[in-house]
C-alpha cells in the first residue's frame, strides 16, 4: 500500500525567505513522486515529479525536490518565496511501472507568503 | 492551460438526486481518471479509464459510475446523491506512462 504525509497543514513565510514544505511517502514498491499546486477555484498544476535518475529534480517557477530513499521523504524547497507563490500544495505518489498514474494524495499545505 | 475541460464548473442538486458530470480530455490522452477533492482534503481516487475500459477504481461505491468514448472524453455519474458528495470533481487525462493534467473542475453541492 502506498500513503502520503505532508507534515503543516498550513505554512507562512516572508517574502524573499526560503520555502520548505515536507512530504513524507510509504510505498511497497519504487515510487513515483510529484509535487502539484492549486490556486482558489483552479484545478492542479504539475510543479515537478521524480520516476527514475537524478534524485534532485527541478521544477517549474523555481521550485525543486529532492528523493531521499533513506528517509522516504520528497520536500520541496524554494531558495525565496513570491507572493505569487501563494497557494496550496499536493504532495503524491503512484506507482512505478503500473502504465498509468493513479496519484495517492496528502492533504495539503496551504502557503501563506507575508509582505 | 491544460487543454483538459470540464463541465459545467458549478452545479447544486437535492439529496437523492443524480448528476453527471464531464470532462473533454486532451487531444492525443487515452486515460483520463477521476478524483473527488472534499473542502480542505487531498483528492481522492475514484477510478481511470483507458481506451474505454476501467483501469482501477478507488474505494468509492457503486453509485459513483463512468465511462469513457471513443473521443477519449468521459463521464462521471453520481446516483442517490447525499451531502457528503459535496465537493470538487477534478478529471486527469494522460497519454500512456506520463504524468496527468488536470482540469479546473467540477464543484457540485448537495442540498
Known amino acids: 500500500a502506498q500513503s502520503v504525509t505532508q507534515l503543516g497543514s498550513h505554512v507562512s513565510v516572508s517574502e524573499g525567505a526560503l520555502v520548505l514544505l515536507r512530504c513524507n511517502y510509504s510505498?511497497?514498491?519504487?515510487?513515483?513522486l510529484f509535487w502539484y499546486v492549486q490556486y482558489p477555484n483552479q484545478g492542479l498544476q504539475l510543479l515537478l515529479k521524480?520516476?527514475?535518475?537524478?534524485?534532485l529534480v527541478k521544477g517549474i517557477n523555481g521550485f525543486e525536490a529532492e528523493f531521499k530513499k533513506s528517509e522516504t521523504s520528497f520536500h520541496l524547497t524554494k531558495p525565496s518565496a513570491h507572493m505569487s507563490d501563494a497557494a496550496e500544495y499536493f504532495c503524491?505518489?503512484?506507482?512505478?511501472?503500473?502504465?498509468?498514474?493513479?496519484?495517492?494524495f496528502g492533504t495539503g499545505t496551504r502557503l501563506k507568503v507575508l509582505a | 492551460e491544460t487543454g483538459v475541460t470540464q463541465s459545467p464548473t458549478h452545479l447544486i442538486k437535492t439529496r437523492g438526486q443524480q448528476v453527471t458530470l464531464r470532462c473533454s480530455s486532451q487531444?492525443?490522452?487515452?486515460?483520463v481518471s477521476w478524483y473527488q477533492q472534499a473542502l480542505g482534503q487531498g483528492p481522492q481516487f475514484i477510478f481511470q479509464?483507458?481506451?474505454?475500459?476501467?483501469?482501477g477504481r478507488g474505494n468509492f461505491p457503486p453509485r459513483f459510475s463512468g465511462l469513457q468514448f471513443p473521443n477519449y472524453s468521459s463521464e462521471l455519474n453520481v446516483n442517490a446523491l447525499e451531502l457528503d458528495d459535496s465537493a470538487l470533481y477534478l478529471c486527469?487525462?494522460?497519454?500512456?506512462?506520463?504524468?496527468?493534467?488536470f482540469g479546473q473542475g467540477t464543484r457540485l453541492t448537495v442540498v
Open positions: 487531444s492525443g490522452h487515452n486515460t
Open positions: 486527469a487525462s494522460s497519454p500512456a506512462n506520463t504524468e496527468a493534467f
Open positions: 521524480y520516476t527514475t535518475g537524478a534524485t
Open positions: 510505498s511497497s514498491v519504487p515510487p513515483y
Open positions: 479509464y483507458y481506451r474505454e475500459e476501467e483501469n
Open positions: 503524491a505518489v503512484s506507482r512505478a511501472n503500473s502504465g498509468t498514474y493513479k496519484y495517492i
